[in-house]
Nanobody, 121 residues
Framework: QVQLVESGGGLVQAGGSLRLSCAAS????????MGWYRQAPGKQRELVAG???????TYAGSVTGRFTISRDITENTVYLQMNSLKPDDTAVYYC???????????????WGQGTQVTVSS
């Protein structure tokens, strides 16, 4: 069982920045891949960014160049730095672990509780 606790969400104006944190209850280096997902009202949950155990990262096209995923293995924490935020980024953001090194929602085995990000125009 892996517990994931997200923090760092909030209300920000368009163009602003936020940093989300995801603290894991286990050594994150033992996890094949971790990802940040988001779900806006009326929309499906989607992958925003992910990082594998080897450090390979991937991003959704809509956030490339604005968001950065990183990790601190000593703190068992994964971060999502979000810059140049847009109203379309408004969603609940979830941290997740994957059972294999494939960053897809179908391979998620644990979810965090989510943190709300609201970007005002």
């Amino acid at each position: 069982q892996v517990q994931l606790v997200e923090s760092g969400g909030g209300l920000v104006q368009a163009g602003g920045s936020l940093r989300l944190s995801c603290a894991a209850s286990v050594n994150i280096f033992s996890i094949d891949a971790m990802g940040w997902y988001r779900q806006a009202p009326g929309k499906q949950r989607e992958l925003v960014a992910g990082i594998t155990r080897t450090g390979r990262t991937t991003y959704a096209g809509s956030v490339t160049g604005r968001f950065t995923i990183s990790r601190d293995i000593t703190e068992n924490t994964v971060y999502l730095q979000m810059n140049s935020l847009k109203p379309d980024d408004t969603a609940v953001y979830y941290c997740a672990t994957h059972s294999v090194p494939l960053l897809a929602i179908t391979t998620v085995n644990y979810w965090g509780q989510g943190t709300q990000v609201t970007v005002s125009s």
